[in-house]
């Protein structure tokens, strides 16, 4: 690899850091292994080509086009972690990820499963907030939404901080900034 491939590679997981939280060779290998999966499944769970994941893991592809395969990721991230702590067996998790797969990501706000609502049938926040930061996220680069949020910021500081904290902030940050704003 060159160093201009090498600088592109670094630049695209510097933007998926921004809009995923992290690189996403990393998220899907973590998917991977929490969920027992080899690439070719999980590209399939996610409704990829085994190319585009294989692109997307290494930073030959920065962004991840379809809002329904984020939305898929999304779901893979809870469902891993209920894997983890125990409430979800391996069985149920198989299940559910052919769930995930038929899925043709509509607004998560609208679906009515365990792992997306309370037990009031409610979003839950991280849900709600994941929500808010896919939609910024699919309309702007997290640099192009800094820098909108510097243009208002003078006038409208609120206004910035929600584009920062969401569009381009971490995920435990945006839950934060939304129940410090619900009273």
Known sequence: MDAAQQEATA?????QRNWYGEPL??????????????????AGVLGLSAPMLSQ??????AKIGN????QRVQLLQELAGQVADGSVSAAEATERMDEIKRSQGGSVLSTNTSQTT???GAPTVKRVVREIQSLLRS???????????DTLAPAH????EF??????????DAVAHYQAHQS
């Open 11 to 15: 630049r695209a997981r510097e933007l």
């Open 25 to 42: 060779g990393a998220l899907f290998r973590r998917l991977i292994d929490d969920l027992g999966l080899n690439q070719a499944r999980l």
């Open 56 to 61: 997307l893991m290494s930073g030959q592809r």
């Open 67 to 70: 809002p329904a395969v984020v």
């Open 118 to 120: 309370s037990s009031s």
């Open 139 to 149: 309309v702007a680069a997290a640099g192009d939404i800094i820098e909108a949020a």
């Open 157 to 160: 500081p609120e206004l910035a």
């Open 163 to 172: 584009l920062r904290v969401y569009g381009a902030g971490r995920t435990a």
